[in-house]
């Protein structure tokens, strides 16, 4: 691991102005980039200590606020150690918030991401990889759909709804995918159940999409994320070496 800086950053977009957390390497040279997309709860310290960890393995790191058309980080303000169940009304006022992200925000949006990320002095030629939590495993998808050719490789981890009935369900944007992916689901998972695990490799596999999908047994929505109940060591350590296995690959 090496030393890395941080700093915050600004992007326009066609909307408005994301605010960001940037971190790269401390020596200041151009390192292969990675879109970091947010879980529900929003860009907060462990998200940023997660980047942290990947800048640390050699990479240039982006992780938007998503939510910014309501506001800068934190657009919720939550506790240090967010649980559900010790607030009833927390999924009451989170709901509607990641409701409001539709799909073409998510498609203009990620063009800025990408576009600011080619322009960076710590960012290297090329292509971009992806990695998403919850959420952000949807974001993934539809990023790697609408930019293929700026897309390397894409990763997400206990995403969920990846594969509904909804007329843009992610999965459908399997045929437009040149990057190779590698998902992570949690075994018990009520918003990815076993039926759209199906669903989703078969789209993959039907679309050529180059891919791994496992199911981490035992794992909970949410496994990766420290400052929450759901958090899982095992299957959190598991998903680090899935991505940087990934990146390895493919940069």
């Known amino acids: 691991m090496t030393d890395v800086q ?15 957390y940037l971190v790269h390497p401390a020596d200041g040279r151009p390192r292969p980039a990675v879109l970091f997309y947010q879980d529900a709860y929003g860009l907060r ?3 940023r200590s997660m980047a942290d960890r990947l800048a640390g393995a050699g990479y240039t790191v982006l992780v938007p606020n998503v939510f910014y058309r309501l506001g800068r980080a934190p657009v919720l303000r939550l ?5 559900p169940a010790a607030d009833p009304t927390l999924w009451e006022r989170l709901g509607p918030i990641v409701a409001g992200l539709t799909p073409d925000q998510v498609r203009r949006d990620a063009d800025a991401y990408l576009r600011w990320l080619a322009d960076s002095p710590v960012a290297a030629d090329g292509p971009a990889a992806l990695t998403g939590y919850c959420m952000g495993a949807r974001l993934v998808l539809w990023t790697a759909g609408a930019h293929p050719d700026r897309v390397a490789a894409g990763a997400g981890f206990h995403g969920g709804r990846l594969a509904t009935d909804d007329p843009d369900s992610p ?17 018990e998972d009520p918003s990815l159940p076993p039926e759209q695990v199906a669903r989703f490799e078969e789209a993959l596999t039907a679309a050529g999409v180059r891919h791994t999908c496992e199911v981490y047994a035992g794992a909970h929505h949410g496994y990766t994320q420290a400052d929450t109940p759901a958090y899982d060591q095992e299957a959190d350590e598991r998903h680090w070496a899935a991505l940087l296995g990934l990146l390895k690959r493919t940069f």
């Open 171 to 187: 999965h459908l944007q399997a045929p437009h995918i040149t990057a190779e992916l590698y998902f992570g689901h949690a075994d």
């Open 6 to 20: 941080a700093t915050a950053v600004d992007i326009p977009t066609e909307d408005g102005v994301a605010d960001a």
């Open 79 to 83: 506790p240090e150690f967010i649980d």
């Open 45 to 47: 310290p462990y998200l």
